[in-house]
């Protein structure tokens, strides 16, 4: 019997409005998700090259915090009895044989490319724009309104005048928004290096670029600034009873949290595509990276960076962990996740008040989510763990959810071929 779910040449399927009409029409249970999500990888991928939904960001499947195999297993539990990897008669399936080296060689690769992209992209934690964006939201003034107080010189401004003024507001751009020594360089070797109404052109091009990006990026860190105030608040939430109105205002911040995040991921993933050429520096870790227009590759991909974690990662994570009311990593920052490394069961204790937090996860964090919380109550816990978000959705239009797993997609679709001879 025919079963267009699982036939890779019928692309027609792939797309989400079939997916989730299929997924309605043939009630299909969490362990045919990794199935559904395989297909709409497929859909991505094939509009990659239009710039749509399948734009990949630099994020890698199976290199996300709680991305493991183990937590595929964890929130879909049926998968692993479903979808076994080996066949009906207990020998192991060739096909896994031959495909396991391959992924395990394809796994360092991709690990290496992940920890490129970060390295070669800014941290926007504590920098320049950070200050600025702070000060700003007291003051409550626009970037825009500070952006355009220089744009247009007096009337009748001669050449000079002009590509001074340009190369200050250049110069002063740059250094907010953290650009790559090799854009610097050639822009100095190039419309810097004479006064010419050409090399004026270019400047305005490039100011005009640089104040797009300024604005995007303050933009994206106001946000983030915004998301982090309300992880703080779900994280400290309290309630006595089921009446208690701060489960409402729970139910709220919850609501306005999955908003912002899909929200986000869809800004970063723009911003990302638009803006790799000032954000990304190859000088600081080149392996791995493409170089554009080598070998047909786009190019290497920026990576919206906070406190040495790339953003969509941590809202994932993050998603993920709320959703299984974790609420003791949720927000945890890279210094966190290395203290816990060398200290397990110190760090989770710390987490959870029974001891003080490491001076190094209170100094290195970056975050305004403080490390130490009392334990919640099982009120707010359960209210977070009901909360279902969309980054996580089989559906979403973004990177692959922490809980989807190539390799059970792939055992998944064998097993149901087995079925249906």
Same mark, same amino acid.
């Given at each position: 019997?025919?079963?267009?779910?699982?036939?890779?040449?019928?692309?027609?399927?792939?797309?989400?409005?079939?997916?989730?009409?299929?997924?309605?029409?043939?009630?299909?249970?969490?362990?045919?998700?990794?199935?559904?999500?395989?297909?709409? =990888?497929?859909? &991505?991928?094939?509009?990659?090259?239009?710039?749509?939904?399948?734009?990949?960001?630099?994020?890698?499947?199976?290199?996300?915090?709680?991305?493991?195999?183990? !937590?595929?297993?964890?929130?879909?539990?049926?998968?692993?009895?479903?979808? %076994?990897?080996?066949? /009906?008669?207990?020998?192991?399936?060739?096909?896994?044989?031959?495909? @396991?080296?391959?992924?395990?060689? !394809?796994?360092?690769?991709?690990?290496?490319?992940?920890?490129?992209?970060?390295?070669?992209?800014?941290?926007?934690?504590?920098?320049?724009?950070?200050?600025?964006?702070? =000060?700003?939201?007291?003051?409550?003034?626009?970037?825009?309104? +500070?952006?355009?107080?220089?744009?247009?010189?007096?009337?009748?401004?001669?050449?000079?005048?002009?590509?001074?003024?340009?190369?200050?507001?250049?110069?002063?751009?740059?250094?907010?928004?953290?650009?790559? %020594?090799?854009?610097?360089?050639?822009?100095?070797? /190039?419309?810097?290096?004479?006064?010419?109404?050409?090399?004026?052109?270019?400047?305005?091009?490039?100011?005009?670029?640089?104040?797009?990006?300024?604005?995007?990026?303050?933009?994206?860190?106001?946000?983030?600034?915004?998301?982090?105030?309300?992880?703080?608040? +779900?994280?400290?939430?309290?309630?006595?009873? $089921?009446?208690?109105? @701060?489960?409402?205002?729970?139910?709220?911040?919850?609501?306005?949290?999955?908003?912002?995040?899909?929200?986000?991921?869809?800004? +970063?993933?723009?911003?990302?595509?638009?803006?790799?050429?000032?954000?990304?520096?190859?000088? &600081?870790?080149?392996?791995?990276?493409?170089?554009?227009?080598?070998?047909?590759?786009?190019?290497?991909? !920026?990576?919206?960076?906070?406190?040495?974690?790339?953003?969509?990662? @941590?809202?994932?994570?993050?998603?993920?962990?709320?959703?299984?009311?974790?609420?003791?990593?949720?927000?945890?920052?890279?210094?966190?996740?290395?203290?816990?490394? *060398?200290?397990?069961? #110190?760090?989770?204790?710390?987490?959870?008040?029974?001891?003080?937090?490491?001076?190094?996860?209170?100094? #290195?964090?970056?975050?305004? $989510?403080? %490390?130490?919380?009392?334990? %919640?109550?099982?009120?707010?816990?359960?209210? $977070?763990?009901?909360?279902?978000?969309?980054?996580?959705? $089989?559906?979403? *239009?973004?990177?692959?959810?922490?809980?989807?797993?190539?390799?059970?997609?792939?055992?998944?679709?064998?097993?149901?071929?087995?079925?249906?001879?």
């Amino acid at each position: 019997k025919y079963d267009a779910l699982i036939d890779n040449h019928c692309p027609a399927l792939s797309t989400p409005s079939r997916l989730q009409h299929l997924i309605q029409t043939r009630g299909l249970s969490d362990e045919y998700m990794h199935v559904v999500r395989s297909r709409f =990888e497929q859909h &991505r991928n094939s509009m990659r090259t239009l710039g749509g939904t399948g734009e990949r960001l630099v994020h890698v499947p199976g290199l996300r915090a709680h991305s493991t195999p183990h !937590a595929s297993l964890t929130q879909r539990s049926g998968t692993a009895k479903s979808f %076994p990897v080996v066949d /009906g008669e207990g020998t192991t399936n060739k096909a896994a044989m031959l495909q @396991r080296p391959k992924d395990a060689q !394809a796994l360092p690769a991709e690990a290496s490319l992940f920890k490129a992209a970060l390295a070669c992209s800014p941290d926007w934690c504590n920098s320049s724009l950070h200050m600025d964006c702070q =000060e700003l939201a007291s003051k409550r003034v626009s970037q825009m309104e +500070i952006l355009s107080e220089d744009d247009f010189g007096p009337s009748g401004e001669d050449l000079a005048s002009q590509w001074q003024r340009t190369y200050r507001r250049i110069e002063a751009l740059w250094h907010k928004c953290q650009v790559p %020594p090799s854009v610097r360089n050639a822009m100095c070797m /190039g419309p810097f290096a004479q006064v010419t109404p050409d090399g004026l052109y270019h400047l305005q091009i490039h100011l005009a670029d640089l104040i797009n990006y300024h604005s995007q990026t303050s933009e994206l860190i106001n946000d983030w600034l915004t998301r982090e105030t309300l992880l703080e608040s +779900i994280r400290c939430a309290v309630a006595l009873g $089921v009446n208690d109105a @701060r489960l409402g205002r729970l139910q709220n911040d919850l609501a306005k949290l999955d908003r912002l995040g899909s929200k986000l991921v869809s800004a +970063i993933g723009a911003w990302s595509r638009q803006f790799a050429h000032v954000a990304v520096d190859t000088t &600081r870790d080149g392996r791995g990276m493409p170089e554009l227009g080598r070998g047909g590759a786009a190019g290497p991909q !920026a990576s919206f960076v906070w406190a040495g974690r790339d953003c969509i990662e @941590r809202i994932q994570a993050d998603a993920h962990a709320l959703s299984r009311a974790e609420l003791h990593i949720v927000g945890e920052t890279l210094a966190s996740r290395a203290s816990g490394a *060398e200290s397990e069961e #110190g760090v989770w204790l710390s987490n959870w008040s029974f001891l003080p937090a490491p001076q190094s996860a209170r100094a #290195g964090s970056g975050s305004s $989510v403080s %490390p130490t919380l009392p334990s %919640p109550c099982p009120l707010v816990t359960a209210t $977070v763990a009901t909360k279902q978000f969309k980054v996580n959705d $089989v559906l979403h *239009e973004g990177p692959s959810p922490p809980w989807y797993s190539q390799r059970i997609a792939r055992s998944g679709v064998q097993a149901m071929r087995r079925g249906r001879r």
